[in-house]
Every structure is written in structure tokens, then in C-alpha cells.
């Protein structure tokens, strides 16, 4: 069985062989901290989409959902604050050229600590490294890495740059002369799209606050560091959520969204020492509270999910720089005011590499007379890319002919997959690694009473049921 790096490396092999996630433009040798998803990763990103967007939406009656384009004016991000304070602390190996973020390498050195048994070590690293942040001390910064030792990877040496700040986004030309062109920025966040259309939806929803707008979408940002498969790349999708509530009431609905966002990771069925909430102590320019929700990843405890106050920054700087009053009247107290904001942040690439991270597991299944073993994808089948694979026994007798029945009658209601190819055992096992909940093999008996053989991915319990019963079953899994 795989050590834990191991492990991470064995999932991000699955993963491209079994069509989930590959390379961008492998056949280029590859973009650096960009990823495509394959043919059942896609379905496994539809379906953790799907599944936030509903509970969001709804199952909140008062949260609606836009899509706003990535495209924004460039005013947008100099009253967001990224055009100046978008940045992070960096630092530049003299030899290899290498270029680091600043917390990213503490932050390793403190895990390389623990895993020698240096805990307490360990914590007063990242301690200092919170203060040194929010002081902005960037020669403390770097003292501090000097102080704890730490290497470049790739030259093995200590010879540090000064430490200096690295703007995050991408830009780009907007028009085709170039005289005419402006630049403008794809978009490091998509709570903006929210914000710039806070009007336009309160007013056309009649939206009352409290109340919520959530979105799905990409996000780009020029990560320095980004060598940890989907966990951090150059350009990923974020789920967000930006509730718009009365200014005071914030601590209230900041507590209530940390408790139910931690509840809608637990009802994917990870367990609750899996996860925690790591304080911010620096906070963004824009918010009075944060917080992350973090879980252990194959390369340990990371963040998952931001849930951040940011009080009324983004309405008040978008009137500001817009000259358009973003105001809400509230009848209830009668006064106008400019809403504060708490806002669920999640990366879809990274709930879909905790996802996989709890789902792969390789059994041993060898019994004394024969060595076998089979990796298993233990994905929530309301998750799961297939839900049904439909397998004759046999290409002949008539089989195929009533499993192309059962496809009928399945297909349209959840994603089936047929295959006669190869024995029995390898079509289990081909779908147990992309973690199909339930198998369905047509046989000789079928024809002669109805009944199929059902096999639960997880048990590899195998049941015999009516075929007209198949659709009813999965189905009660899928909610
Ligand atoms: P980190 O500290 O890991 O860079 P962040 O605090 O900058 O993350 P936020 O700005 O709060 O992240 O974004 C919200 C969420 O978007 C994060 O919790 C994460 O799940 C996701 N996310 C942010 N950056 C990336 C990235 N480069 N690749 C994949 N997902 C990301």
C-alpha cells in the first residue's frame, strides 16, 4: 500500500489513466500548472458543480445563482484592491532563479518539522511567520527563512533575493489595433461579477436582505508556486457565494456559513477529523473576519475553502469608483445602507482532488490460493462520473438485446454505461476504478425469470433482483 506521497503520486497517475484528469497540451511536453479533465473527471466536475449549486440555490430560498462574464471593466479591479494589493511576498534564488512565495516555503519547512517529530518547532515557525506577514516585514521574512535554513530544491543553495511583492493576475489587450487596445485583466476571483451586479439582481429578484447571489466559474491567477497537481494551478473554478446582509449582523451569518459549509463537506461523507478551520491572523484588505476550512490532503492540511466578512469594502469602493449609488433600502428599519457581504469561497479543482484523494483506495483482496488485489474508487455515487455499468455476460443468446432494454430504460434518467467486451471480473474491475457504484450483469437466468445481478462497488456484494426494479434502486442512491 502507497505511503502518503505516494499515494498522492498514485492518485495523479489514476487519474490520467483512467481518463480524469491530464496535462494541458501534454503533447507539447505540457503547461505548467494547467490541467484538462478527461472524459469521466468532467462528469465528476459536472457533478460536484451540480451538487453545490443546488444546495446553494435550491435549497436556500433566499440565494440565486448568475454567470457573469470573466471579462470585466478594468476599473472592476482597481476598486477591488487586486490592481494594488494583489500580491504575495516572494522570493527569488539567486542560483536557480527559481522564483518562491514566502509563506509556501515556510510553510513546508514547518511540515518537513512535524514529520521529524518537531512539532512544537514546527508551530513557532508558522507563528512568527503569521506576525512577519501582518506587519508586512519583509526583512523579517527573510531572516526568517535564513534563520530556519531553508534550501532551494533545485540549487541546494541559501542565496535569497530580498523578498518583494508579485502582482497575481493575468492581463491582456481588449480590442485589435493597438492604439485603441486597453488592457484588461482575467479575473483572479468571481465574487466581482457579484458584486458589480448587486443592483441589477436585488432589483429585478426583489430580492430582501438577508439574501445571497452565487456563482460558478474560472478564475486565472499567475500562481508562482504551483506544482501540486490541481491543487494549485493557473487557472481553476471557483464556487462562491456572496450573502448580503444588514452592517452589524455579520459575526452572526459569518458563524451560521462556517457551520453549514462545514456540514455540506460532511455530507459528502469524509469524515470530521479530516477537516478543521485554520483563523486567518493577516486579513485581506477587505475583510474584519476570516477563516479556512482546511483538510488533509494526501500533502497535508491544506485550505479548501475561504469564508471571509468583507464587510461593505467591495459595494462601497464599486460606488465610489463608479459614481452609481449601490445602496439597499431595508423597509423593515427604514434606512438606506450599503450591505456587508459574507462570502463562501471553494475551489472546485480542490473538492475534486479531496474527493478523489478520500475515494482512492487499493485493496488487497489475495486469499491463500491466489495473490489479487483491485484500486477502488469509493466516490458518493450522487458524485460518481457513471452510476450504472450494464454488462452482458455474453455477446450472444439474446443478452445484449435486453441489456440494450435496461440502458433504454436507465439512460435518461442517470449516466449508464454499456460494455460486452472482455470477461466479467475485467469489466468490475474497470469500473470499480472509476468508481461506478452499481454493475448490473444480464445472464442465462435473466431470460428465463427477469432478474439481473447487481454488484455494489464497495462490498462487491452481488444481489439478485428484477431487472424492472434496476432503475428504482440506483436512483435511490443518487439523492
Ligand atoms: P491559497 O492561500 O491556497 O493560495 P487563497 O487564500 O488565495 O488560497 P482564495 O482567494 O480565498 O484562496 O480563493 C478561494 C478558494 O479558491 C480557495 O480556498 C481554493 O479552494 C481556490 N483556489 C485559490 N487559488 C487556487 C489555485 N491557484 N488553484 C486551485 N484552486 C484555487
Known amino acids: 500500500m502507497a505511503t502518503d506521497n505516494n499515494r498522492f503520486q498514485a492518485i495523479i497517475s489514476h487519474c490520467k489513466e483512467y481518463g480524469f484528469i491530464f496535462q494541458s497540451s501534454e503533447i507539447y511536453d505540457g503547461l505548467s500548472a494547467v490541467y484538462d479533465y478527461g472524459q469521466w473527471g468532467s462528469e465528476l466536475k459536472k457533478n460536484i458543480r451540480d451538487y453545490w449549486w443546488k444546495s446553494m440555490t435550491q435549497m436556500h430560498e433566499n440565494i440565486v445563482g448568475i454567470d457573469a462574464a470573466i471579462f470585466m471593466h478594468p476599473t472592476t479591479w482597481k476598486a477591488s484592491g487586486h490592481v494594488d494589493n494583489f500580491s504575495d511576498p516572494m522570493i527569488d534564488n539567486k542560483d536557480s532563479k527559481k522564483r518562491y512565495r514566502v509563506d509556501h516555503l515556510l510553510e513546508a519547512k514547518a511540515d518537513e518539522l512535524e514529520k521529524e517529530g518537531k512539532k512544537a518547532e514546527a508551530d513557532a515557525l508558522l507563528a512568527t511567520m503569521d506576525k512577519l506577514l501582518a506587519a508586512n516585514d519583509y526583512e523579517g521574512l527573510k531572516k526568517l527563512i535564513e534563520d530556519a535554513n531553508i534550501k532551494c530544491a533545485i540549487s541546494g543553495t541559501k542565496n535569497w533575493t530580498e523578498v518583494r511583492q508579485f502582482n497575481l493576475m493575468f492581463s491582456t489587450q481588449l480590442g485589435s489595433v493597438s492604439e485603441e487596445a486597453s488592457e484588461i485583466y482575467l479575473r483572479p476571483e468571481t465574487a466581482q461579477g457579484i458584486f458589480v451586479n448587486f443592483l441589477n439582481v436585488q432589483k429585478t429578484g426583489r430580492m430582501k436582505i438577508p439574501f445571497g447571489i452565487a456563482q460558478t466559474g474560472k478564475a486565472f491567477r499567475n500562481e508562482i508556486v504551483a506544482r501540486q497537481f490541481i491543487f494549485r494551478m493557473r487557472e481553476f473554478e471557483q464556487m462562491e457565494m456572496q450573502f448580503f446582509i444588514r452592517p452589524g449582523s455579520q459575526k452572526e451569518?459569518?458563524?451560521y456559513w462556517k457551520e453549514e459549509r462545514m456540514k455540506w463537506h460532511l455530507s459528502l461523507g469524509i469524515p470530521k477529523e479530516k477537516f478543521r478551520f485554520h483563523d486567518h491572523v493577516k486579513l485581506a484588505h477587505y475583510a474584519d473576519a476570516a477563516c479556512d476550512i482546511e483538510y488533509e490532503f494526501p500533502i497535508g492540511f491544506k485550505e479548501l475553502e475561504g469564508i471571509h466578512s468583507r464587510t461593505d469594502f467591495d459595494l462601497r469602493n464599486h460606488q465610489e469608483y463608479s459614481k452609481k449609488k449601490i445602496q439597499y433600502f431595508d423597509a423593515e428599519i427604514n434606512q438606506n445602507y450599503i450591505p456587508y457581504v459574507v462570502e463562501t469561497s471553494v475551489g472546485l479543482d480542490r473538492t475534486i482532488m479531496m474527493v478523489l484523494s478520500e475515494?482512492?483506495?487499493?485493496?488487497?483482496?489475495?486469499?491463500?490460493?491466489?495473490?489479487?488485489?483491485?484500486?477502488?474508487?469509493?466516490?458518493?455515487?450522487?458524485?460518481?462520473?457513471?452510476?450504472?455499468?450494464?454488462?452482458?455476460?455474453?455477446?450472444?443468446?439474446?443478452?445484449?438485446?435486453?441489456?440494450?432494454?435496461?440502458?433504454?430504460?436507465?439512460?435518461?434518467?442517470?449516466?449508464?454505461?454499456?460494455?460486452?467486451?472482455?470477461?466479467?471480473?475485467?469489466?468490475?474491475?474497470?469500473?470499480?476504478?472509476?468508481?461506478?457504484?452499481?454493475?448490473?450483469?444480464?445472464?442465462?437466468?435473466?431470460?428465463?425469470?427477469?432478474?439481473?445481478?447487481?454488484r455494489h462497488r464497495d462490498s462487491m456484494q452481488q444481489d439478485r433482483i428484477p431487472a424492472s426494479q434496476v432503475r428504482e434502486l440506483v436512483s435511490k442512491y443518487l439523492v
Not at 411 to 435: L, N, P, Q, V, W
Request: aromatic share 8%; net charge neutral; proline share 7%.
Open 253 to 255: 451569518w459569518y458563524d
Open 359 to 454: 475515494a482512492y483506495t487499493e485493496e488487497d483482496l489475495s486469499t491463500p490460493e491466489k495473490q489479487d488485489s483491485r484500486v477502488v474508487l469509493k466516490i458518493p455515487p450522487k458524485l460518481a462520473p457513471i452510476k450504472l455499468a450494464v454488462l452482458p455476460l455474453v455477446k450472444k443468446d439474446g443478452l445484449p438485446e435486453i441489456a440494450r432494454e435496461i440502458m433504454d430504460n436507465c439512460k435518461s434518467h442517470f449516466r449508464c454505461f454499456y460494455e460486452e467486451k472482455d470477461t466479467i471480473g475485467k469489466r468490475y474491475r474497470r469500473m470499480d476504478a472509476i468508481g461506478t457504484p452499481f454493475c448490473i450483469t444480464i445472464d442465462k437466468q435473466t431470460k428465463e425469470d427477469g432478474t439481473v445481478t447487481i
